[in-house]
C-alpha cells in the first residue's frame, strides 16, 4: 500500500512538472540517523500539495553524503532533479553554505532551484534564542529537564511517575518529554503536563523520596526535586 501511495505522488510530480523539496535527518527509534524527503508541487486543480516521499538510512551530516542521497534518492525515484524551482533546509552550517552546503550543490545540478531558509527552524531559533535570554527560564526548564531525566532512567521509577499513585489517576496524566531545541512543542506540552498534574508530580517524588526500598542516591535526587517543586518562585514559572 505504501508503494503504491508513493508510485501516485510521483505520477503527481511528474504531470505538475515543477516541484520543491525539504529534507531533513533525525534518528529513529533504533538510533539510526534518516533523512526524510518531502516535496511540494501544485495538482492540476491548482492547489498546492505537499507530500512525504520516504525515509533513506544516512551514514554522514557532511553537505558531499547529504546532496549525494538526495541525487541518488530523486533518481531511483524517477524525479528529475532540473525541474526542481525551490530548496528548503534548516540552518545548520552543512545545509545553506554557500560555496560547499546541500543547497549550493543542488544549484550546480539545477541553478533555478531557489533556496529558502525553513521558516519553521528560523522561528524556533528565536524562540530558543529568547528564552536563553531570561536565567530564570533556563532554570526552570533545566529543572523540568531533570525531573524527566530522573525518571526515564529508570523503569521502575517512570512507572512510578507515569502511572502515579492508582491505575485510574494514571489513565489521565499526561507526560513529561525530553526537551528538544529542535523541536519546542516538547517544551510546550512538558509544561502543560507539569502544569494540570503538579501536585501529582509533587506526591510522587515525595513518595519516591520516603520509599525506603530505594537507594540514597535516589531519594536523595527525588527529594531535591520535589524541594524545587515547592518553591513559588518554581510554581509561578510554570504557570507563567
Not at 507530500?51 to 553537505?63: S, T, Y
Not at 552550517?93 to 533556496?115: C, D, V
Not at 519553521?120 to 535570554?133: F, I, T
Not at 512538558?190 to 515525595?206: E, F, M, N, T
Request: aromatic residues 10%.
Amino acid at each position: 500500500m505504501g508503494n503504491k501511495v508513493l508510485q501516485r505522488i510521483i505520477e503527481e510530480v511528474h504531470k505538475a512538472k515543477y516541484f520543491s523539496f525539504t529534507v531533513d535527518s533525525t534518528p529513529d527509534i533504533s538510533h539510526v540517523d534518516e533523512l526524510s524527503f518531502t516535496i511540494r508541487y501544485v495538482s492540476e486543480e491548482g492547489k498546492p500539495l505537499e507530500r512525504f516521499l520516504k525515509f533513506v538510512p544516512i551514514r554522514g551530516h557532511g553537505a558531499e553524503d547529504l546532496a549525494g542521497q538526495a541525487i541518488k534518492t530523486f533518481q531511483e525515484l524517477e524525479i528529475n532533479l532540473k525541474n526542481c524551482r525551490g530548496q528548503s533546509f534548516d540552518s545548520a552550517a552543512n545545509m545553506p553554505g554557500k560555496y560547499s552546503g546541500l543547497q549550493a550543490r543542488i544549484k550546480e545540478i539545477n541553478p533555478l532551484a531557489e533556496y529558502i531558509p525553513c521558516a519553521g527552524h528560523s522561528l524556533n531559533l528565536v524562540g530558543v534564542a529568547s528564552v536563553k535570554c531570561c536565567l530564570k527560564a533556563v532554570k526552570f526548564f533545566d529543572v523540568l529537564q531533570a525531573i524527566y531525566a530522573f525518571g526515564v532512567l529508570s523503569t521502575n521509577r517512570w512507572g512510578v511517575i507515569v502511572r502515579g499513585v492508582t491505575p485510574a489517576d494514571w489513565q489521565r496524566l499526561l507526560t513529561l518529554k525530553t526537551l528538544s531545541t529542535t523541536r519546542w512543542l516538547c517544551h510546550t506540552e512538558s509544561v502543560r503536563a507539569l502544569s494540570i498534574h503538579y501536585k501529582q508530580y509533587y506526591d510522587l517524588l515525595g513518595h519516591l523520596a520516603d520509599d525506603e526500598t530505594e537507594n540514597a542516591e535516589t531519594r536523595n535526587k527525588a527529594r531535591s526535586l520535589a524541594d524545587k517543586l515547592a518553591t513559588l518562585e518554581f510554581a509561578f514559572m510554570c504557570e507563567l
